[in-house]
């Protein structure tokens, strides 16, 4: 029997960042199935950092055969808009932006890839590859690929509106460089066999995509409301910026978005959800929303659900002082 499974990290249109020391973050998410009668999620185990994200599923396959999967994991579309803008992408892999790595009852699985370029909606990945451009828009490596290629090569994708024309001072006088201006999608696919009858554990881990920037009286209000931030930490802010110079900044905020809302694709709700959020260092502050969270080490926060349909997505702002 063979069903369509989609581990999903959602496409998020990010807001480019204005300066050079903010970032925008890219939403990563979960598994999304195909509705299917015989595979149920039992379990839901999902570890939160700025540094990592760790998530455990545990499935039964009801059914008396053995159910054969095809299973995606497509990345966050990576585009730039402009040259201000500054995405945070973890790794220089062009391939596997993220660090992803995934296990299926202990073993590892090797993943194929899948890339796709897309220009104003059309598909130019063949165009692209037949030039020897790298297709990950936010290498360097690409820059340089497309400052070498001849100039009808070069009109042709500044007429698909592949690229654009950048000028700048390098230190040898003005000179024009070709940006990327295309959209990249990555997927990670494999197959996978759920066994008649039993449990399967599918565990994955990798590094997200955090947006960093300073945190301002002009961003506080909608934080508040976003991250469900509650007056004792908003007291700790208080207090921190009386300590500090006047006007000086005293808060890096990290920000993660989760696409938690996806669990909701399955027939039923999730047995059993477990989140844990590690703010990192003890110093850090940490804000997201969510009902009946304890405090269950002194960087870490937990919140469990039986039989849980998620609503929506999970923002997590973890503040860290300026040192």
Not at 47 to 74: C, G, H, K, M, Q
Not at 95 to 100: A, C, H, P, S, Y
Not at 249 to 257: G, K, N, S, T, Y
Request: proline share 6%.
């Amino acid at each position: 029997m063979r069903v369509i499974i989609a581990l999903m990290l959602a496409v998020l249109a990010c807001a480019p960042a204005r300066a050079n020391d903010t970032t925008a973050a890219l939403a990563t998410g979960g598994l999304v199935f195909v509705q299917n009668p015989d595979v149920e999620m039992r379990a839901e185990d999902l570890f939160i950092s700025a540094a990592e994200i760790r998530v455990r599923y545990r499935f039964f396959n009801s059914a008396p055969r053995d159910v054969t999967t095809l299973v995606a994991f497509p990345m966050p579309e990576i585009i730039i808009d402009n040259r201000d803008t500054n995405i945070s992408v973890p790794t220089d892999d062009p391939e596997n932006v993220l660090g992803f790595s995934t296990l299926a009852d202990g073993q590892s699985v090797a993943t194929r890839v899948e890339q796709r370029v897309l220009g104003n909606g059309i598909d130019r990945t063949e165009l692209l590859r037949g030039l020897g451009i790298p297709l990950a828009p936010h290498l360097r490596i690409t820059t340089e690929a497309l400052d070498r290629l001849p100039e009808p090569s070069r009109q042709e994708l500044l007429r698909l509106g592949l690229v654009e024309i950048d000028e700048y001072d390098s230190g040898e006088g003005m000179k024009k460089h070709l940006e990327p201006r295309w959209a990249l999608q990555t997927t990670h696919y494999w197959e996978q066999t759920f066994p008649a009858r039993r449990e399967l554990v599918i565990e994955h881990r990798y590094q997200p995509s955090v947006g960093t920037s300073p945190w301002t009286e002009a961003e506080k209000a909608d934080d508040i409301r976003r991250y469900c931030i509650e007056r004792n930490l908003l007291r700790a802010v208080d207090r921190a910026q009386r300590a500090a110079p006047r006007n000086s900044l005293v808060f890096w905020a990290q920000r993660i978005e989760y696409i938690l809302k996806t669990g909701a694709n399955w027939s039923g709700p999730i047995g059993d959800f477990r989140l844990v959020v590690d703010k990192g260092d003890l110093r850090n502050l940490v804000s997201f929303c969510g009902d009946g969270v304890r405090k269950i080490s002194p960087t870490q926060f937990e919140m469990r659900k039986s039989d849980f349909t998620p609503e929506g997505n999970l923002y997590v702002l973890i503040l860290e002082p300026v040192r």
